[in-house]
């Protein structure tokens, strides 16, 4: 039941700044909100818009007092001011991280960036290669994994408790392309040269895919791909069935769509092994139910009886009381900032830190890389480019 | 509310013999169960055993006068009988399925068979014609589409409720073979001579792809599998991964699994439309929901407000009394012994009467074909040989 | 997973006789179906009706040989023939189950009664006494009883899984009479002459107090009950609110209702010691949960791991397979059965065999007329008059 | 989907000070994070402690500047600062809610205290009193009306969907005292000095009948209890069974507990009326099941289809992307926000704007007063003491 979050806010907060999540964006007040939670951070500067007067609108709205007009004139000063910014958060379309990330990294500013890594797999190596020879911390808010009972089944994976694992069944079903959409968050997502070749394997796929590696601790092999694109006229995959061949002879399957009729967030990831499964939906995260075989079925709450460290270092309030998203992302920022600290402090970081970052988002590319030639070759199985 | 069930009983019940369901057996008594249910038929005739002495003790221990050591002679001395049977119910191993089923029907007796079909293709396609030529009722129990919320389903998809429909996801997932067993249940199942190429593919996998078929209305086109046997030693799969494409353009994914940790019978079924999805499962049959596009989701109830007439028909009890695996088995024999019935009188069947026959016993079988066929050509395409 | 019920049917079936149960009746044909399926018992007379021509028609519905006109002849005729009735069911309303039940039981023919078992408790007491004096084999249709899961967690108790029982929450929710309805079910459970002075309480609130007994093994002391009748000029109670103090020191409370809005056939049992709790419903009975203090609450399922030998002498099928209503109804059926045929036998009964009957019958009619009594005093606490 | 609380944030944030909820303390942690969540507070001062030395250290902890060793030297040099705080969080145990927050606002200090409002009910008469007169904004932080699914069911109430109100069930159930517990929480949570007359009832009941309140909008003419002390040796009640009778003729029960195995934060509230019903559970608190007479169930979700305005002022995030107990509880201190900015600017306050406040701090300790006292004289209906 430990509050032990706060104790970290005893070093003086990290100075932040933002490119992107301006007015009506989505995914930048969620960063903003998430940076807040465990008082870590202090949003100081940002770009949050390509338009100068946007930008500046946005960061009155924000109270936030250095605003810049450009992601590059805004790395080029915080990197001048000796209360300079120590962190930059992206939260642009795709195409845009790999050029502004490169901008801050080079002058030693970390990186907390938004999924996936880049709209191109030759960007993604690029960027990966820059970033770690300039030695900053990179984050990449894959954010599901920060949910507590995701580091629960983590946990449960390496000490064995599953068993050899034989399965992986992991799911994200929306249903907000399912007809032609107009609006700011559609129009990018379902640009190809915004969002990647990937639609729904870029925008969703790669979570899924993410978090069945994070928990499962397998590498993926080869996938074979069925992409379809229902909506007429839409540039990009907004649904895709794929097989997964994992390196231990583990096998699975990821469904990713944008079209599945009724559904809101639905990622669902359940792995099974030769002693027990683990399953586990996002849309109540607080729970993960462990399938044993041969004893019946059990529910692990956040903090509950059975839930261990992984997930309690991870939590900030009693069992029963429902964490959501939100503290859930905050739990990368949490992570990263730890990171970051120890940078600053040039102090060992905890062994238990953990959070995405370039290997993880090097591997979403590539994964949506292979499932559009997997699919353009009708389904042939297909390494990951990596 | 109606219970109109028994008003059929109002005709004679009709006389009916199995083979196969001797002591030890499961599914024979649960044939046995689904005959009593609506009282329309009386079992009077029995090879429940190759083993003569076999046979007539499970005949005394049911109750049942006529017990016979073979099928071939019930099938000759019954035939003979002026009170002979007017049905059999064929309840053994899938390879004796074929031989069992065409020593009645060439004698003009309506069969009642167990699924699959038969063990290979080329049986299946000979007795499929075979009962063709005969003229006789043919039901094979894919029991599931006996479900009133099955039913439902289907009438909606019928009625365009869902739009055209674009996804189809079906699984079928337990864990009783999810290490070496040794019974009578598993032996055969596990033996390609007794159950087929396919094993889980065909003892559960042609059950996910009958109902997948039965509620979408869609036709298979294609499929591509990747087929494992992940115990040691087996010589037939036991978890499948299929992806699916319909004629109608239609996509789909089908699991199958005997090795999935803590799963019993975890047969189920979504598909989604344009319009709406609906969603059920099989271990709580009276509930299916509904998931709209831009209106919030609801769950019908068996008999309950908005549930129609296609399930009302094949319904015996008021909603929130729950009806279950046997009552949705006893709808299969209830609508069979409708044909019957209506065969014995010459009288014209009901248009809402349905059942699954020989068209779906091919299919069923052409479906683990494919799948092995797929499966060795490492996941290619291959179409249903049908 | 082994199929037993059948091996009882080698006794021959036991001859039925129904008095009720007529064209439109709900109960009747469920008592019918109750007693098929494990092929124990053959209807073969009935007084189906008050009404002779009634009677017989519902007879050739039936396939029925022996119709009666009034149960007074039903009863005297068939206890003069060879092969006669050896058991009546009762399926009239609650105030003819007392002179029916009498005019059976002082021939020796056993009584199959549905509940509640009288309509007064003057009536009540004068039953149990004559039926006691009898040495009938009577069984009341606490149908609820049946079910395995009850079992298991009745089961649990009687082991101290639980510890010492504290807490009994007990619903039963319905909405069927919550506006004004006409029809023949509604009319005599909401006319106090033939339902008796309880509404809501006897029809479903005597269902909810016997299954709280029958689980917690407790002896309830007294009560305070709130009674309402919502819908305007109806002249039972149609919603009640009762707080219960059990003779060990446990308290509890039952709330019952016919006007619950969009409620089914909601019936609900959660009881919680000192070191466990169970919760159970009605609506997905397959299920039971455990909560235990200090480990993760686990779902047993009927059949499945951890689901003991009193669970598994009343269930069919595999886990996985569900069982409803009926099973449930029919395992009082089999029940009773049981015990016929063991004093048609003169043998032994089975020490595991249990079903409601005239203890849990009293205690029923003297539920409601303690709520009655409490609720016409302000909700003053109030003893049982047994 | 718009994220639009940070627009008010554009107004320079509120200075917040809190006394309590220093090192080790639950739910001055939980204020903190609710107050950081929308940016619209800055916590700079704080009486963390009665212990002037744990006090700093909190501070410390926390990067709080200034600390003070007692609530009264914090009221009286915070209120000659002209950078004082314009609010103070009330974190203590009950007992000294009142004598902190009468400090504070005769000095025109806003309060946001926790629940309930007093120990006593005297007491809290004379905090009303005072808080009333000195025209400062008082929020008490029921927080689970900080839901938006409870607002979304509240506007429902109001706009007649369910019809006329005949039912209310709500409950609240814990196991964390369900057998002798030491520790702080514990402690003065178990001591009447400290937490006031009620155990249970004051801890948890206070927020079910709080609820109930808020989401029905009606109000409570009289309750009977049956108040329980399970542990031995504990001075307040750890259960309690209470009937409830409302001004409008609607009827209900109450249960809260502490002694509910394997329950953790089981808040529930269902509600009746004559056209619908309404059902939520605080542990899945995105959802809101609605339940109509001769209609499917069905599930509203935060944010989703058919959830209206009332739920979507009080979100942040996009359905499916679950908010929880913090972004609840952050929606009190929202709305106090605006309550306070309003105030400073003097500009009118949105209608919309709702937060418990001293009505329904009064209310709830006149529930717990009125619960001891019926409980003391057995159960009679006792009226509340308002």
């Known amino acids: 039941m430990a509050i032990t979050a706060a104790h970290t806010a005893r070093a003086p907060r990290i100075r932040l ?15 903003r909100i998430a940076s807040r939670i465990d008082d870590q951070y202090e949003l100081v500067a940002g770009a949050f818009s390509s338009d100068p007067d946007r930008s500046a609108a946005s960061a009155a709205d924000l109270g936030v007092s250095r605003s810049y007009g450009s992601f590059a004139e805004m790395a080029q000063k915080e990197a001048r001011r000796k209360d300079g910014i120590e962190a930059v958060a992206i939260v642009t379309p795709n195409h845009m991280h790999a050029p502004v990330a490169l901008e801050f990294l080079k002058r030693g500013i970390h990186v907390i960036c938004d999924k996936p890594l880049t709209a191109t797999l030759p960007e993604a190596k690029k960027l990966a290669k820059a970033a770690e020879a300039s030695g900053v911390v990179f984050a990449l808010t894959h954010n599901y994994t920060g949910y507590p009972m995701i580091r629960q089944a983590k946990a449960m994976v390496q000490a064995g408790d599953l068993g050899e694992i034989r399965l992986v069944q992991v799911e994200y079903a929306q ?5 032609e959409v107009d609006n700011k968050q559609a129009d990018w997502r379902t640009d190809p040269a915004r969002s990647g070749a990937g639609g729904s394997t870029g925008d969703i796929g790669t979570h899924a895919f993410n978090l069945a590696n994070f928990v499962s601790g397998l590498t993926l092999t080869e996938l ?5 694109s229902f909506v007429p006229g839409r540039r990009v995959d907004d649904n895709a069935h794929v097989l997964l061949r994992y390196n231990s002879g583990a096998r699975g399957m990821l ?8 559904q809101e967030n639905g990622l669902r990831l359940r792995i099974y ?3 027990a499964g683990i399953e586990w939906e996002q849309e109540n995260p607080n729970y993960l139910w462990v399938t044993p075989i041969g004893a019946p079925r059990y529910r692990l709450t956040r903090g509950g009886a059975g839930s261990g460290e992984a997930a309690a270092r991870v939590t900030r309030i009693p069992p029963g009381h ?3 998203y939100l503290e859930g992302f905050a739990n990368i920022y949490a992570e990263a900032g730890r990171a970051i600290i120890a940078r600053r402090d040039g102090s060992a970081l905890d062994a238990a830190v953990s959070f995405p970052g370039l290997k993880e988002g090097l591997e979403g590319v590539a994964f949506v890389d292979a499932c559009v030639r997997s699919s353009a070759k009708n389904g042939a199985w297909t390494k990951l480019a990596l």
């Open 17 to 31: 700044g933002m490119v992107g999540g301006g007015r009506g964006a989505f995914i930048g007040a969620v960063h």
């Open 273 to 275: 092994g030769t002693k």
């Open 224 to 228: 074979a791909a069925d992409l379809q």
């Open 255 to 262: 469904w990713c769509s944008q079209v599945a009729a009724g």
């Open 175 to 179: 249903d907000w392309l399912a007809h």
């Open 322 to 324: 429902p964490e959501g």
